[in-house]
């Protein structure tokens, strides 16, 4: 049967039968592995997964498709359906006292691909790696390098966390309805310790942002008020940085200088 999606959840089901295939082959999928998925829909990929792995947690918002999922799946004892919003999912919960860390998979709405990544980093402790389905756009701002355009601080705050990486990309034609951009296929590889070490994350992300907000101007002129004048100084002489730069040609370990100093 048919199930029309919902506008107002972002719902974009994937009915591609070989880029489900695709994803679930990129997933790297042990019979050991525990799997969170993230908008099972209507188990497109939950049907997949169920074989791979040990336990599918399926976490779904829509009620309706619940019902549907647990009607379709109940042969399958390693799949747990759960009627929830993944930004409200406590993943302690869940996962805390496993000895294994989890993966998790979903094709995600795009309307909130940030703050569900953002809501994950908030349990390093119980994930190994993200795989999801991005718009492309976001995708490359997620895994851009210093001096690119997409380069901003949704990158280095991924970055700080994770390896991101775009495994491929995916036609807005595999979606039912079709989306308006293509998408891609992420694998966000969560690092055991981040990146770079500072002192005070809250004043790394301040000097991040508000050299982003600014990012047409010097460096300088973007922390203005932030930063001292001689500490900036202090940051251009000991690691011979043109006093000219802009902020999107420092790397992730430049701001952690920055913000150690």
Do not use: W
Not at 231 to 241: E, P, R
């Amino acid at each position: 049967m048919y199930l029309k999606p919902k506008k107002r959840l972002g719902q974009n089901f994937l009915i591609d039968k070989n880029i489900q295939k695709k994803i679930i082959n990129a997933c790297e999928l042990k019979t050991t592995d525990i799997v969170l998925e993230i908008g099972a829909g209507r188990g497109e990929l939950t049907y997949f997964l169920a074989d791979r792995v040990s336990r599918v947690y399926a976490v779904e918002v829509d009620a309706y498709l619940c019902k549907t999922l647990k009607d379709n799946l109940g042969g399958h004892k390693n799949v747990r359906i759960i009627n929830q919003d993944i930004l409200k999912f406590n993943l302690r919960r869940y996962f805390g006292k496993s000895k294994n860390k989890i993966k998790v998979i979903g094709n995600i709405p795009y309307y909130i691909t940030t703050p569900i990544i953002a809501h994950l980093l908030r349990y390093m402790g119980q994930i190994e790696s993200v795989f999801i389905t991005v718009q492309k756009e976001l995708g490359r701002r997620m895994t851009a390098h210093p001096g690119s355009k997409e380069y901003g601080s949704l990158s280095c705050f991924v970055q700080y966390y994770t390896k991101a990486k775009i495994l491929f990309l995916i036609k807005k034609t595999c979606f039912r309805p079709m989306p308006k951009v293509d998408s891609c296929f992420l694998r966000l590889k969560i690092a055991t310790e981040p990146q770079v070490k500072v002192n005070n994350k809250k004043r790394f992300f301040k000097i991040i942002r508000a050299g982003f907000n600014k990012r047409r101007k010097t460096l300088r002129n973007s922390l203005r008020g932030i930063i001292s004048p001689s500490k900036l100084q202090t940051f251009f002489d000991k690691y011979g940085i043109d006093i000219n730069i802009r902020p999107e040609c420092l790397t992730l370990e430049d701001f952690a200088n920055l913000a150690n100093i």
